[in-house]
């Protein structure tokens, strides 16, 4: 509770709210690689498998987000004279430095969609399509856009560059300061304070978002990514084999209602 008289900000989804640099909508048809094996499973399940984010291809990609996060919270703040933002970077220092933190921040399973704006590219053959042997299926802009608003799925365009990178922390952190959110108990004693509660808010939306960040090593892929979050107890999961393990995953249907399909 705040002081007598001090406007209270309500909790937030940390859904109702995203940095305008991701606000982006495709202009251009996206592609989803596939091999033949998949393909016949999209046809026959009417859906693409959303894989659960723990369990993508590279295992780093979660952890690039963190790290290009403590690069922003260590060095902005020597650029800062205002205490109530340095206290506010070493509190979210210390709870992206937690591997434990962060399962807890992450919260409920997440599951993404991989799309690319390019329909013929060697490194996603290589990637999806076995022995040469797969497909690229093409969605329209406003198909995939309405298939995402649909099953409340959210479509995000992955970002490379530093300069998009940067500006992406920075309203990321502009969010945080004015939008707090609950304080899991398990994290220890809920912050009383500002910049305890915004650094609670920076990494629950890091955790979240973060997923569109990847390594400019990977720009040629212009990768879009539809995700969702999922209460395990009500979303029906399933497993699937890949080469070295099982993998959970759930279906981005491509289907309206019942009987239409895309």
Known sequence: MGK????????????????????????????????ATGLIGILESKQLYATDVRFLNDSQELLYAVDLAKQYLTNQ????????RKAFADFALKLLDTKDNLVVIL?????????????DLLSQW??????GNGFAISFSP????????????????????????DEFLTQL??????????????????PSDKPGLSALSFTVFLTKYG??????????????????????????????ESKSSLIPYIGFPLTLNEHEIV
Not at 107 to 119: K, R
Not at 150 to 162: E, F, M, P, T, V
Request: charge should be negative.
């Open 126 to 131: 290589r990637g999806y399509c076995p022995n």
């Open 173 to 190: 952190e502009q969010i945080a300061m004015t939008t707090p959110i609950p304080f899991p108990k398990e994290l220890g004693p809920n």
């Open 211 to 240: 997923l569109a960040l990847k390594h400019p090593t990977f720009e040629e892929e212009s990768e879009w990514r539809a995700f969702r979050r999922v209460n395990p107890t009500a979303t029906a999961i399933s497993i699937r």
């Open 4 to 35: 007598p008289g001090e406007q209270q900000l309500p909790e937030a989804n940390p859904f109702e709210v995203m940095p305008e640099v991701l606000c982006s909508i495709p202009e251009k048809s996206l592609c989803h690689y596939t091999s």
């Open 77 to 84: 703040p020597l650029q800062s004279k205002d205490d109530e």
């Open 142 to 165: 406003d198909c995939i856009m309405e298939l995402a608003k649909a099953h409340r799925w959210q479509l995000l365009k992955c970002l490379y560059s530093k300069r998009e990178q």
């Open 107 to 119: 919260g409920t399973p997440t599951f993404v969609a991989s799309f690319s704006e390019e329909n």
